[in-house]
């Protein structure tokens, strides 16, 4: 599964099916696109340098959405500051919080309604379908706190969720600090770290402005 997918399920109400930020102010699709550059840097395709990132020439990505951002993205030479990069991702493929979540619908780990039902403009709503699908999520991201050295994926959700606001709500009392330990002891300079530590600081930074 996608951290941009985990992510989600982690801020997705799971009976009203309505994405629920903490701070009200959160686009979903910057959310989602921060997440994706995620994704995009676990499996190797970003290079990280001074607050800008660089595509990697490399082979064909199988995944649909992760190959749309990377040619969204640009060529493997062009480079672009992160905040960049997610407003691209965010809008050139908006509604992208909403494709994200319709992939987990033809996966059947989601529902998708229109409430009212009848009405053609209702908002769509995406009740959980498969609880374990949201719990291994929840797994996930307090992984994240109790490992001794966290991987990307796990920082990377550490990341999404502390910009939903939503790390309290699944990370409790001395976990919780630690997650917020974890998070302002990553370095910006990439010479103070290891590439991974490196580029989620910089989508982390990033991310604050918004």
Do not use: K
């Amino acid at each position: 599964m996608l951290i941009a997918e985990q992510s989600m399920l982690l801020v997705l109400d799971p009976a009203s099916g309505v994405l629920a930020p903490v701070r009200s102010h959160i686009d979903p699709d910057v959310l989602a696109a921060g997440a994706l550059l995620l994704d995009l840097a676990e499996q190797q395709r970003l290079r990280y340098d001074a607050d800008h990132i660089a595509l990697r020439a490399t082979l064909p990505i199988s995944h649909p959405l992760l190959a749309q951002a990377l040619r969204v993205l640009g060529t493997p030479s062009h480079g672009l500051r992160v905040s960049a990069a997610i407003d691209l991702l965010a809008t050139r493929m908006a509604p992208l919080a909403r494709e994200v979540l319709d992939g987990m619908v033809r996966r059947d780990h989601l529902h998708r309604t229109r409430r009212p039902a009848w009405w053609p403009w209702a908002p769509i709503h995406y009740p959980i379908r498969s609880l374990q699908a949201r719990n291994e999520a929840i797994t996930a991201l307090q992984a994240a706190v109790a490992a001794p050295t966290p991987t990307l994926r796990q920082l990377g959700l550490l990341v999404v969720t502390e910009y939903a606001g939503q790390i309290e709500q699944h990370v409790h009392g001395d976990a919780y600090d630690h997650a917020i330990r974890l998070l302002l002891g990553l370095p910006l300079n990439r010479h103070e770290t290891t590439p991974e530590r490196a580029v989620v600081a910089g989508i982390r930074h990033a991310l604050a402005d918004y």
